[in-house]
């Protein structure tokens, strides 16, 4: 009897303590991976480095200088010798060391070892970066980040530069726009495109740049950010307006590039080679960033003249997409389908945008018009995705990379509170004024009423 009791004195306070482990890692990762994770997995990759290394195939022969001084100096077995282990450095989300590669290794041994070396630490996932010739870093994420995304204190900014995302790797995704200029965003109803984005207008909203819509769904997406706006078309026939004003400002602005660097007015815009950054500060335009929202309205029709409109918009697109980077015009388009049946131009605009950012979709051809070109494994992993998981995406370009991304939450008034707030930073151009859309008044609140005092009375 005794012994029953102390074993319930004893076990009380462990099942408390394994309840609370349990807990904490269902519901906050973080922590468990701070307190618990981090700890058992470094204890693991410590006891077990040159095992593992060795089950993976990635150890090599000893030197007969090293077997020469093993044999010289003890007498234990000349083993094979792993890839040289530096300093692990621990983080937030898991654990970071750099390896230099044995001679005769490459990279892609090690990243195909990255399972093995998941299991084998219990870890999350393992990623590998080549850092330089000879040494890779290995990325141990202890967690699934991206079920509750949380991006990092510290994020690379700059011009035209926004972390819209968080990449499975824990690092941010960020938008550049100096890097990739042209993107397409493919997702389909509730799956986080508009989330997506809100995170690059509010993003941009707060930097000098000239934010431009095409919004076909009467402007319900865009509409809120109608302050930081520079025009706004919500229909297909005010974008057929619209689209050349955005040609005749490239236009001029290609004339810019040439009186400044005194090229002969004569010369095809296709054959200038510099763009507005090489401009002075004090010369150089602002940059147009052209967001297209349900790109496949503008390419449907129902009559012939509906048809003639919708080839002149198409080529317009195509335009801007060939010719608009050197001019400080780029192109965000969105939508929830696109394919080669939406008519003549479709696949021609999809070869100009080189980022790629496709959310869940509804048919597999969407998946690969977005990322087919890019890797076969991209557009599984994109029919993959599942509807309990908004914001979720697969993200690469036309060099071939992809990743999962996910999109942290952010609620259309904050993304609205934030353009208002920026609405000063809207930049004066002439021609997109009578594009510009009606910002509504917003109620003032008015003050809590002063409780005046009463006479105290019997």
Same mark, same amino acid.
């Given at each position: 009897?005794?012994?029953?009791?102390?074993?319930?004195?004893?076990?009380?306070?462990?099942?408390?303590?394994?309840?609370?482990?349990?807990?904490?890692?269902?519901?906050?990762?973080?922590?468990?991976?701070?307190?618990?994770?981090?700890?058992?997995?470094?204890?693991?990759?410590?006891?077990?480095?040159?095992?593992?290394?060795?089950?993976?195939?990635?150890?090599?022969?000893?030197?007969?200088?090293?077997?020469?001084?093993?044999?010289?100096?003890?007498?234990?077995?000349?083993?094979?010798?792993?890839?040289?282990?530096?300093?692990?450095?621990?983080?937030?989300?898991?654990?970071?060391?750099?390896?230099?590669?044995?001679?005769?290794?490459?990279?892609?041994?090690?990243?195909?070892?990255?399972?093995?070396?998941?299991?084998?630490?219990?870890?999350?996932?393992?990623?590998?970066?080549?850092?330089?010739?000879?040494?890779?870093?290995?990325?141990?994420?202890?967690?699934?980040?991206?079920?509750?995304?949380?991006?990092?204190?510290?994020?690379?900014?700059?011009?035209?530069?926004?972390?819209?995302?968080?990449?499975?790797?824990?690092?941010?995704?960020?938008?550049?726009?100096?890097?990739?200029?042209?993107?397409?965003?493919?997702?389909?109803?509730?799956?986080?495109?508009?989330?997506?984005?809100?995170?690059?207008?509010?993003?941009?909203?707060?930097?000098?740049?000239? #934010?431009?819509?095409?919004?076909?769904?009467? +402007?319900? *997406? @865009?509409?809120?950010? !109608?302050?930081? /706006?520079? =025009?706004?078309? &919500?229909?297909?026939?005010?974008?057929?307006?619209?689209?050349?004003?955005?040609?005749?400002?490239?236009?001029?602005?290609?004339?810019?590039?040439?009186?400044?660097?005194?090229?002969?007015?004569?010369?095809?815009?296709?054959?200038?080679?510099?763009?507005?950054?090489?401009?002075?500060?004090?010369?150089?335009?602002?940059?147009?960033?052209?967001?297209?929202?349900?790109?496949?309205?503008?390419?449907?029709?129902?009559?012939?003249?509906?048809?003639?409109?919708?080839?002149?918009?198409?080529?317009?697109?195509?335009?801007?997409?060939?010719?608009?980077?050197?001019?400080?015009?780029? #192109?965000?388009?969105?939508?929830?389908?696109? +394919?080669? *049946? @939406?008519?003549?131009? !479709?696949?021609? /605009?999809? =070869?100009?945008? &080189?980022?790629?950012?496709?959310?869940?979709?509804?048919?597999?051809?969407?998946?690969?018009?977005?990322?087919?070109?890019?890797?076969?494994?991209?557009?599984?992993?994109?029919?993959?995705?599942?509807?309990?998981?908004?914001?979720?995406?697969?993200?690469?370009?036309?060099?071939?990379?992809?990743?999962?991304?996910?999109?942290?939450?952010?609620?259309?008034?904050?993304?609205?509170?934030?353009?208002?707030?920026?609405?000063?930073?809207?930049?004066?151009?002439?021609?997109?004024?009578?594009?510009?859309?009606?910002?509504?008044?917003?109620?003032?609140?008015?003050?809590?009423?002063? #409780?005046?005092?009463?006479?105290?009375?019997?």
């Amino acid at each position: 009897m005794t012994d029953l009791a102390t074993l319930l004195e004893v076990g009380g306070p462990v099942a408390a303590l394994g309840g609370g482990a349990a807990y904490a890692r269902a519901q906050h990762p973080g922590v468990y991976w701070s307190a618990v994770g981090l700890p058992l997995s470094t204890a693991r990759l410590l006891s077990s480095y040159s095992s593992v290394m060795e089950a993976c195939g990635l150890t090599v022969a000893p030197s007969r200088l090293r077997v020469l001084a093993v044999k010289a100096t003890t007498r234990r077995e000349v083993r094979p010798v792993p890839p040289r282990r530096g300093i692990i450095r621990p983080t937030s989300t898991g654990l970071r060391l750099r390896l230099r590669l044995a001679p005769g290794q490459e990279p892609a041994d090690v990243a195909a070892s990255a399972e093995r070396l998941r299991h084998a630490w219990g870890v999350h996932a393992v990623y590998v970066t080549t850092v330089k010739p000879g040494v890779v870093e290995l990325r141990l994420v202890g967690f699934d980040v991206l079920r509750k995304v949380r991006m990092p204190r510290k994020s690379p900014t700059g011009p035209l530069r926004i972390p819209v995302a968080l990449r499975e790797d824990a690092t941010p995704f960020v938008r550049d726009y100096r890097t990739v200029p042209h993107q397409l965003t493919l997702g389909a109803t509730l799956s986080g495109k508009s989330m997506y984005l809100r995170h690059l207008v509010a993003g941009l909203a707060r930097q000098p740049v000239a #934010l431009v819509g095409i919004d076909c769904k009467r +402007g319900v *997406e @865009l509409a809120p950010f !109608a302050a930081r /706006l520079s =025009a706004l078309a &919500t229909d297909p026939e005010q974008a057929a307006e619209l689209l050349p004003v955005l040609i005749k400002e490239m236009e001029d602005r290609y004339d810019l590039i040439k009186a400044r660097q005194g090229i002969a007015s004569g010369t095809p815009d296709e054959e200038i080679t510099s763009d507005i950054w090489g401009l002075p500060e004090d010369e150089r335009p602002v940059p147009v960033v052209l967001f297209v929202d349900e790109v496949a309205e503008l390419f449907l029709v129902a009559t012939r003249k509906d048809e003639e409109r919708r080839d002149e918009m198409v080529t317009q697109l195509i335009r801007l997409a060939q010719l608009g980077r050197a001019a400080g015009i780029y #192109l965000e388009v969105c939508g929830q389908r696109f +394919g080669a *049946e @939406l008519g003549k131009g !479709a696949t021609m /605009l999809r =070869a100009q945008l &080189t980022g790629r950012v496709c959310h869940r979709v509804n048919d597999e051809a969407s998946a690969k018009m977005a990322l087919g070109d890019i890797a076969s494994e991209a557009v599984s992993a994109a029919c993959a995705i599942a509807p309990e998981r908004p914001g979720l995406a697969v993200a690469g370009d036309t060099s071939g990379g992809w990743s999962r991304i996910r999109t942290p939450y952010l609620s259309l008034g904050d993304a609205a509170d934030i353009c208002h707030e920026s609405a000063d930073l809207v930049p004066d151009l002439p021609a997109l004024k009578p594009f510009r859309p009606a910002v509504p008044v917003r109620p003032v609140e008015s003050p809590a009423p002063v #409780l005046q005092p009463r006479p105290v009375t019997d």
